[in-house]
């Protein structure tokens, strides 16, 4: 893919090295006990580059790291052998004299990974710092905002990064689930829904999330998010999904200066709308909490649509207190049980012969005549639906919806 010609009128003078961050490192002689020690004490380390004679090998995840060693018996069995054993072998690594031109290309090549866990920086092959995606990200929209024609190539640039940072997602859905639908659609070239997979031992989590504003404001809070989720997952299990949305919450309030505002500073209102929902597959039980989301059940002998509880208080907005406390929802799911969550993108589309919101009741009213159809038969309905409801009306918002039958 060609890059953004400011991009390319600049390359000389700026380069991967302006993202450089100093972090601690480990070397091979390390072992996982001095690792745990290190992200102990630095809550924000994303990655851990592990050094050999000054040279990068390899970068520990956090989120894995402490994934697995919370898992039985790995402490006794891992704290004194080499935190190579948890060390990702092939971390993206770059020159930091290479220009962002070259960056940004080799961040589309590997994926999510380099945006969500960032990039080893080296200088003639010697390890200098550590970089991160979301920088890289604002680097990058920055140089666009010049020109009207290159905030556009920009954005069509973001599109690839935010879409590669969500096909994660979508390929542990395809190996994890059964009978189940995503849809996805921005507004603009890039938006601000955002979902996440997460496969876990004992069940799975969904997290979808509708964050403020679309296109490029949109885009940049649903980076913020997956940000902290990741951090959320580091410092709770799974199957607290009440956790996750207050430490999510206290994140981006964080992240957007909200909890110390600047005097004389316009303080930043944004934020988002959230469900995050785990499966247990051994007690076949739906745990979840939601933040002001969609999410509609149809259990398999009901004549009635169930709308899933939730509090009527989003994450990161200036009047949701810091230390607000989520409720947890549970209850037993049989087979043939349905759930379907939808952005308000979906429910606030205007269109009809009045003019009027698609609204809930529609959706409802869908899930049951189609209840019989394949999940993936039910999305091509909503949006067929969609579709004739909005007519010559423009669309409003982003639409995103994920559903499952258990």
Avoid at 115 to 127: A, P, Q, W
Wanted: hydrophobic share 40%; proline share 4%; net charge negative.
């Amino acid at each position: 893919m060609d890059l953004p010609l400011a991009m390319v009128s600049s390359s000389r003078e700026l380069n991967a090295g302006m993202l450089r961050i100093v972090v601690p490192h480990v070397t091979p002689s390390s072992n996982n006990q001095q690792v745990m020690a290190l992200f102990n004490q630095h809550k924000s380390l994303i990655g851990l580059p592990v050094l050999e004679l000054n040279r990068p090998i390899g970068m520990i995840n956090r989120h894995i790291f402490l994934s697995q060693m919370s898992r039985p018996f790995f402490h006794e069995l891992y704290d004194q052998k080499s935190c190579i054993a948890f060390m990702d072998k092939t971390p993206l690594i770059v020159e930091a004299d290479a220009g962002l031109d070259y960056l940004a290309d080799r961040v589309i090549e590997t994926g999510d990974k380099a945006v969500t866990e960032g990039f080893i920086l080296t200088d003639d092959g010697h390890y200098v710092g550590i970089g991160l995606g979301i920088d890289l990200i604002k680097t990058v929209s920055e140089l666009q905002a010049k020109q009207h024609q290159q905030i556009m190539q920009s954005i069509e640039y973001a599109r690839v990064i935010q879409e590669s940072m969500l096909n994660r997602s979508r390929q542990s859905m395809e190996s994890h689930l059964d009978d189940w639908c995503l849809y996805w659609h921005p507004r603009d070239c890039v938006g601000g829904d955002i979902y996440a997979f997460y496969p876990f031992e004992h069940g799975w989590l969904q997290v979808v999330a509708d964050c403020t504003g679309h296109g490029v404001p949109g885009a940049f809070m649903t980076f913020i998010f997956s940000s902290a989720l990741e951090k959320a997952l580091t410092l709770v299990p799974p199957h607290e999904p009440e956790r996750l949305l207050s430490i999510i919450n206290q994140h981006i309030k964080q992240t957007l200066s909200q909890l110390h505002p600047s005097a004389g500073k316009s303080q930043s209102n944004d934020g988002c709308d959230a469900i995050a929902l785990f499966v247990d597959t051994d007690k076949q039980q739906l745990i979840w909490a939601n933040a002001q989301m969609h999410a509609f059940q149809v259990a398999s002998d009901a004549d009635a649509v169930a709308v899933l509880g939730g509090n009527r208080q989003g994450l990161g907005y200036i009047d949701t207190p810091s230390d607000y406390q989520w409720q947890r929802h549970q209850c037993p799911l049989r087979r043939g049980d349905q759930l379907l969550i939808v952005s308000d993108g979906v429910t606030d589309q205007i269109g009809g012969e009045r003019g009027i919101m698609f609204g809930k009741k529609r959706i409802q009213a869908l899930l049951l005549q189609e209840r019989e159809r394949p999940m993936t038969q039910r999305s091509d309905a909503l949006l067929a639906a969609l579709k004739s409801w909005q007519g010559e009306q423009m669309r409003r918002d982003d639409m995103t919806w994920f559903g499952f039958r258990w």
